[in-house]
Structure formats: C-alpha cells, structure tokens
C-alpha cells in the first residue's frame, strides 16, 4: 500500500514531458479561436485546455502562463495585418493604406485589436508588429520625432474610437420623439446622421474621410513650419 501511495503522488503535478502534437502555434490559435468567440477576459488555461483536448498542465510546456498566451495572440494578429503599399509609394498613399490595414484588422479581430489599448504590454507588442510603416511614411512627410508620435498616436486613437463605436452607429432610425428632439435642438446633427443612414457606404468610406483630415492636418502643419522657416 505505501510503495502504491508513493507511486501515485509520483504522477501528481505537471507533467514531464509535453504533448507531442501540442505546439505553441496550436496553442495561439486555439487561443485566437476562443477569444474570437467568447470575449478575451474569457480565456483562461483550463478553458483553452478543453478547447485542445488536453490537460491543462500540459500548455505550461509551451507557453508559462495567461499573459504570454495573450502576448501571442496579440502578435499572431497583429502580424496578420495587410498593407499594399510600396515603402517607396509618396507617404500621403502609405498613410492611408497603414489605415485601410489597420481599419480591416479592427473589424476582423474586434475581440483582440480593442481591449488592447487597456494593456501596456499588449500595445508595445501591437505596435512593434505594425508601426513601423506609419513612423516612415510620416518622417517622409518631413515630420519633427515628436510630431510623428503626435501624428500617429492621433490616427490610431481616431480608428480605435471609430472602431468602439461602430456597433452603436449603424445609424437605426430614432423614434419619433428622439428625431423631433434632434430636428429642434441639433438640426446639423440630425441632418449628418440622417445623411449617415441613408449613404449605404461601407465604413471604409466614412473612415477614409476622418484620415484624410488627419493628413490634411499634418500638410498644414508642414507648410506653418516651411513658412516660419
């Protein structure tokens, strides 16, 4: 009965070697996967484990624990992003194509590319995966250091706002009472979100429109600075 006892405390704990078919890749993705359909502060170890068939002590092997899982998806993703432009193309047409990217990777990872912005580290791995293009393409521009971190930060702040609302402004028509109030009190915001439903274009449009103000702010950030020189 003791040498029974000994052998079964002998198979507690984590295991000594690693499933052979569990890589860090199916880990990730299986990760991914799970976030995608139930919201990230959903993830944990033994959830992802039943998503793999495995145990749950088996994960540690690849990945040691719940915020480097994270670190990966972040990265699994955020490599993923798709950008068309020649590093050569004129930075006004590498700007917007850093947007178009990022605005795409926020419609089809909503569950990772959001809740990020809420995590340090998440972010420096984000922009690490990413930036870089958009740092060019404004230092191209002729940018100070420190305007190109002004400039960028006020771009992904912008797409990462339009990102947050666009589930909210699918523009439903108001009921009654709300559009005589908004008719009464706010004609100009009546008339834009009335405009807004009754566009039918995609959000890439309605995106596009906000970068290019940001550009145009940058053109004449750019011309105030020539002149003054």
Same mark, same amino acid.
């Given at each position: 009965? !003791?040498?029974?006892? $000994?052998?079964?405390?002998?198979?507690?704990?984590?295991?000594?070697?690693?499933?052979?078919?569990? =890589? #860090?890749?199916?880990? @990730?993705?299986?990760?991914?996967?799970?976030?995608?359909?139930? $919201?990230?502060? #959903? @993830?944990?170890?033994?959830?992802?484990? =039943?998503?793999?068939?495995?145990?749950?002590?088996?994960?540690?092997?690849?990945?040691?624990?719940?915020?480097? *899982? !994270?670190? $990966? &998806?972040?990265?699994?993703?955020?490599? $993923?992003?798709? #950008?068309?432009?020649?590093?050569?193309?004129?930075?006004?047409?590498?700007?917007?194509?850093?947007?178009?990217?990022? +605005?795409? @990777?926020?419609?089809? +990872?909503?569950? *990772?590319?959001?809740? *990020? &912005?809420?995590?340090?580290?998440? &972010?420096?791995?984000?922009?690490?995966?990413?930036?870089?293009?958009?740092?060019?393409?404004?230092?191209?521009?002729?940018?100070?250091?420190?305007? !190109?971190?002004?400039?960028?930060?006020?771009?992904?702040?912008?797409?990462?706002?339009?990102?947050? %609302?666009?589930?909210?402004?699918?523009?439903?028509?108001?009921?009654?009472? &709300?559009? +005589?109030?908004?008719?009464?009190?706010?004609? =100009?915001?009546? #008339?834009?979100?009335?405009?807004?439903?009754?566009?039918?274009?995609?959000?890439?449009?309605?995106?596009?429109?906000?970068?290019?103000?940001? !550009?145009? %702010?940058?053109?004449?950030?750019?011309?105030?600075?020539?002149?003054?020189?």
């Amino acid at each position: 009965m !003791i040498k029974k006892a $000994g052998q079964a405390k002998a198979r507690l704990g984590r295991p000594r070697t690693a499933d052979p078919q569990l =890589t #860090r890749q199916r880990i @990730l993705e299986a990760a991914l996967a799970t976030v995608e359909r139930e $919201g990230l502060e #959903r @993830l944990s170890m033994r959830r992802l484990a =039943t998503e793999l068939g495995v145990d749950p002590m088996s994960i540690y092997h690849h990945i040691p624990d719940k915020q480097r *899982i !994270i670190a $990966g &998806v972040v990265e699994l993703v955020f490599a $993923g992003m798709q #950008r068309r432009c020649e590093r050569n193309a004129p930075w006004v047409e590498r700007v917007l194509d850093w947007a178009h990217g990022y +605005h795409d @990777l926020t419609r089809s +990872h909503p569950y *990772i590319v959001l809740p *990020i &912005v809420k995590d340090p580290d998440a &972010v420096a791995i984000a922009m690490l995966a990413v930036s870089e293009p958009l740092y060019e393409a404004f230092q191209d521009a002729g940018l100070t250091d420190k305007s !190109i971190a002004t400039a960028a930060d006020t771009l992904v702040d912008f797409l990462n706002g339009f990102a947050l %609302g666009e589930p909210s402004s699918s523009c439903h028509e108001p009921n009654p009472v &709300v559009s +005589h109030r908004l008719a009464e009190q706010a004609p =100009t915001l009546a #008339r834009v979100l009335r405009l807004a439903r009754t566009s039918g274009s995609d959000s890439w449009d309605r995106v596009k429109l906000g970068v290019e103000i940001i !550009i145009a %702010g940058v053109c004449t950030t750019l011309a105030t600075r020539n002149s003054a020189d």
